[in-house]
């Protein structure tokens, strides 16, 4: 049998690295341990109620069949009023393409936008897929490294690492993996910065509401139609209204770069599954109960991240920082390397070895000698890991 010959875009890409421990934890349920998934990056609730109750209706109402490629009208019309009654946003339905979910947004801003050659600023740490995209798109990562600033980007930063190559930036805030959310006032230099020098700035806001105050929340959707014209913001229904098996999701960008979004996505999936994209617009318009699922979920996150992080600060050699959004303890791990663990990526093997709980190591992320937590997971099974956790190291 000859090898496969596999288009070198795609040969260069990173197969996930959740995919790796998922077969690991896979094998040891079938062997009958008990294992304890902190990897998980999708809310553990269910869609709510009302939400599927939209797609039934949207079903009996016969929407079975294709719709226009940037998505109805009314999903369209349903997210600008939304975002104009939630965040006193200016857009109109045009500036919308629905997609299926948030990757499809960011992989459609992307291949619209960049060429072989062109730079495009990444902060590290990173969500696994946007490298992924740019080498798909034969652009050139550039990292950015922002430790220094406790990992929240800065517009000095940005201003530092542009060159006459850039062509973009991609931000995440709230942030997958580190939990750290950007200030409104932060965000809105970063954009300047990069409008000053003709960048544009990809915003992957599929943890928007998910933020703890005092951090704020900020949708680059808010800014001045002069510097909305250089963003694509990437939403997502996935984490937000825990429908990640839905696939739906959208982009919010300028007119121009919508028609172009939707030209590429009308020669892929075509549109996200028509009444799915019909209960989400139900669901925008009826924001009193969106916000309150909403609402109830981040309750528990915060209730479950209250009594996290305090409990894995107990644990020597674990230092782990306030999340400021999204659901994930970012722990850094580097006091523990030495001759027992050579990498962070260890340290997840040992856990998972010896006490069956599924860590993501830092490295997909780009921050070797951290561990990634999830605690999409309920507070028992936390409080097991913890337990364990602290007994083995
Ligand atoms: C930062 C970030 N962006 C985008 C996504 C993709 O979300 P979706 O399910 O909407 O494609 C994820 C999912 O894990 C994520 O963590």
Not at 112 to 126: C, F, Q, S
Not at 350 to 369: P, Q, R, S, V
């Amino acid at each position: 049998m000859t090898d496969f010959p596999v288009a070198r875009n795609v040969a260069k890409m990173q197969t996930s690295s959740t995919l790796k421990t998922a077969q690991i934890a896979g094998e040891l349920r079938g062997q009958g341990f008990d294992v304890i998934d902190l990897s998980i990056g999708e809310p553990d609730f269910p869609t709510p109620e009302f939400i599927k109750q939209y797609a039934w209706e949207g079903l009996q109402k016969g929407l079975t069949k294709y719709t226009p490629t940037a998505g109805l009208r009314t999903f369209q019309e349903s997210i600008a009023a939304f975002y104009a009654e939630q965040f006193d946003t200016k857009f109109s339905p045009e500036e919308i393409v629905a997609t299926d979910g948030g990757k499809q947004a960011l992989f459609n801003a992307a291949c619209t936008l960049l060429n072989a050659g062109d730079e495009v600023l990444i902060p590290k740490p990173y969500w696994v897929t946007f490298p992924e995209i740019v080498n798909f798109c034969g652009a050139k990562n550039v990292f950015i490294e922002t430790e220094e600033t406790d990992f929240i980007l800065t517009a000095e930063q940005v201003r530092g690492a542009i060159t006459d190559k850039t062509k973009l930036l991609i931000i995440n805030s709230p942030n997958n993996p580190t939990g750290r959310v950007i200030p409104p006032d932060e965000m809105r230099k970063i954009v300047e910065t990069c409008a000053e020098k003709n960048v544009y700035v990809l915003t992957d806001e599929c943890y928007l509401f998910f933020v703890y105050p005092p951090a704020k929340i900020f949708t680059s959707a808010s800014l001045p139609e002069e510097l909305r014209k250089f963003v694509c913001v990437a939403g997502s229904f996935s984490k937000t209204y825990a429908m990640t098996g839905w696939r739906i999701g959208y982009t919010i960008a300028s007119e121009q770069w919508s028609k172009e979004m939707a030209k590429l996505q009308s020669h892929s999936t075509s549109h996200p599954t028509s009444f799915v994209q019909y209960a989400c617009a139900r669901a925008m318009e009826n924001r009193a109960d969106s916000m309150n699922a909403v609402n109830s979920m981040l309750t528990e996150y915060e209730r479950r991240k209250n009594w996290l992080i305090p409990a894995l600060q107990t644990i020597e050699s674990f230092k782990v920082a306030e999340p400021q959004g999204a659901f994930y303890a970012f722990c850094d791990v580097r006091n523990l390397l030495g001759d027992r663990f050579k990498t962070s990526s260890d340290v997840a093997d040992f856990l998972l070895e010896k006490a069956h709980i599924l860590i993501t190591d830092g490295e997909a992320f780009g921050a070797d000698g951290f561990l990634r937590i999830s605690y999409a997971t309920s507070l028992e099974n936390l409080q097991k890991a913890v337990e364990k956790i602290k007994n083995l190291l």
